[in-house]
């Protein structure tokens, strides 16, 4: 019997624990968070699809305007914090590490389990950043070994900025993921060096220059350290998606339109990636192996929906119109322009 409790998100928001039993890493006993929006789950016989959201890196659940925009449109509303992440992270636990992102699969089948058993509806999955790798190799899994991802009852796919590969210089995805490969195996809980900046962190939170109200100890304004292990499980998944995904559901990528790093807060920031490189996201979209949609957001940081008022609602409009077309099989050209870029296949 699944026990719901009230959320910090507030009223309209309840959380349930996924006990997951011991961390294969050692690090005690592990457990996800399921948090829904339950005015969106009353009324089902309304409801038009449910939507489960799968978060980054240092992040966590907590955009409320999210759930209440697809529970505006008729969409339940679910948001999985993953093992050691957000509401997840235990006591002397390592913050978001894992040494295979493939363990994930067993959070995320459960709480699409318990999505379908509580709405009875087909599931559009949704993930930002580190989240759009893990999802895409989890329905790649699905559809290889377990039936596929619509036999699963997910209707679809969108990504916010996934990441698709490692930022930096070619000698940092050759030579650097080599020596990756090396010491997160050997000292898989070595932070790696080189890291803390908080230049995105003060761009989007109210305790910077952002708009946004988030709790600080589950998405530090610079972050939590990138241990060995775990860059080397996301560059063993990178490497995955490279060779080509067959995800077998239609998919939405957004993104902006623009990088700008900067060690440093600038206000260009707010109107750029400050994480990924966007090329990159536009270089692998099509490894995703089904019919997908890539559309830049001009003005959209790292997150698209924590961007500023006008780009947010580009996003949004583009999201929503997607949506629309995904029903009768997606048309050939989205309305949103000469801007959508599409992409079959890998």
Not at 62 to 91: M, N, P, T, V
């Amino acid at each position: 019997m699944t026990t719901w409790a009230p959320d910090v998100l507030g009223d309209d928001y309840e959380q349930l624990t996924i006990p997951l039993g011991s961390d294969p890493d050692g690090e005690g006993e592990v457990r996800a968070t399921l948090v829904r929006l339950t005015r969106s789950v009353t009324g089902s016989a309304t409801l038009k699809g449910a939507v489960l959201y799968v978060h980054g890196f240092t992040d966590y659940f907590f955009q409320r305007h999210l759930a209440e925009h697809f529970a505006d449109l008729g969409h339940a509303f679910y948001a999985l914090d993953l093992r050691k992440c957000g509401r997840s992270i235990g006591e002397g636990q390592s913050p978001h590490f894992v040494s295979d992102l493939a363990l994930y699969d067993e959070e995320l089948d459960r709480a699409l389990a318990i999505v379908r058993e509580e709405t009875g509806a087909e599931v559009l999955m949704a993930a930002h950043s580190t989240g759009g790798l893990i999802v895409p190799l989890w329905l790649d899994r699905l559809e290889r070994t377990r039936g596929g991802a619509a036999a699963a009852g997910i209707s679809g796919l969108v990504l916010n900025s996934p990441w698709f590969d490692l930022q930096g210089p070619p000698l940092v995805r050759s030579v650097g993921t080599v020596a990756i490969g090396v010491l997160g195996r050997v000292a898989p809980l070595r932070a790696l060096p080189g890291q803390g900046l908080d230049t995105y962190g003060l761009s989007i939170s109210s305790g910077g220059n952002g708009e946004w109200d988030y709790d600080l100890s589950w998405k530090p304004l610079a972050g939590f350290p990138i241990k060995l292990g775990w860059i080397r499980a996301v560059r063993r998944g990178h490497a995955e998606l490279h060779r080509g995904l067959d995800i077998g559901v239609p998919s939405l990528i957004l993104r902006s339109k623009v990088t700008r790093f900067s060690k440093t807060y600038v206000p260009d920031v707010d109107a750029a990636d400050a994480v990924l490189d966007v090329r990159q996201i536009a270089r692998w979209a099509g490894c995703l192996g089904n019919r997908t949609t890539i559309v830049p957001i001009e003005g959209a940081r790292h997150d698209v929906f924590l961007s500023t008022p006008e780009p947010l609602e580009r996003a949004f409009a583009e999201m929503d119109d997607w949506l629309r077309h995904r029903g009768s099989g997606l048309s050939d050209a989205p309305s949103g322009g000469d801007h959508a870029e599409l992409a079959t296949g890998s």
